[in-house]
C-alpha cells in the first residue's frame, strides 16, 4: 500500500521560511515523479514543483521561482520542499504527490498525501 505522508508545515511570518517534508512508503520510490502540489481555500489545486525519478531538472510555478527549492532522497524515499521569502498567497494545504508513467509535468497523479497547512501572515 502506498503511503506518502506529509510534515512540517506550520504558521510563519511574511518574509519567513519553512521546509515540508514527504516520507513515501510501498514503492519503488525511485522511478516516480514526485511533486508537490498545493490548494487555498475557494480555489482549485495547483502544481507548485515537481521533479523527476533520477533527479534532472525540476519544474516550478512561476510564482514560486527563486523562492522555493524541491528535492529528493531517492535513498530514502522523501522529498522536500524549502520555501523561502514566503508570501501570503503561499497560503494553502500542501500536499505531496507521486507519478509512475507519463511527464512529471502532467498533473494525472497517480498517489497523494494527506496535506500539510501552511499559512503566512502579513
Given at each position: 500500500?502506498?503511503?506518502?505522508?506529509?510534515?512540517?508545515?506550520?504558521?510563519?511570518?511574511?518574509g519567513g521560511s519553512l521546509r515540508l517534508s514527504c516520507a513515501a512508503s510501498?514503492?519503488?520510490?525511485?522511478?516516480?515523479?514526485?511533486g508537490w502540489f498545493r490548494q487555498a481555500?475557494?480555489?482549485?489545486?495547483?502544481?507548485?514543483?515537481?521533479?523527476?525519478?533520477?533527479g534532472g531538472t525540476p519544474y516550478y510555478?512561476?510564482?514560486?521561482?527563486g523562492r522555493f527549492t524541491i528535492s529528493r532522497d531517492n535513498a530514502k524515499s522523501t522529498l522536500s520542499l524549502q520555501?523561502?521569502?514566503?508570501?501570503?498567497?503561499?497560503t494553502a494545504m500542501y500536499y505531496c504527490a507521486a507519478k509512475l508513467f507519463g511527464s512529471c509535468?502532467?498533473?494525472?497523479?497517480?498517489y497523494w498525501g494527506q496535506g500539510s497547512q501552511v499559512t503566512v501572515s502579513s
Open positions: 500500500q502506498v503511503q506518502l505522508v506529509e510534515s512540517g508545515g506550520g504558521s510563519v511570518q511574511a510501498g514503492l519503488t520510490y525511485i522511478s516516480y515523479c514526485m481555500p475557494g480555489k482549485e489545486r495547483e502544481k507548485v514543483a515537481v521533479i523527476p525519478p533520477f510555478v512561476d510564482s514560486v521561482k520555501m523561502s521569502s514566503l508570501k501570503s498567497e503561499d509535468e502532467v498533473d494525472d497523479y497517480d
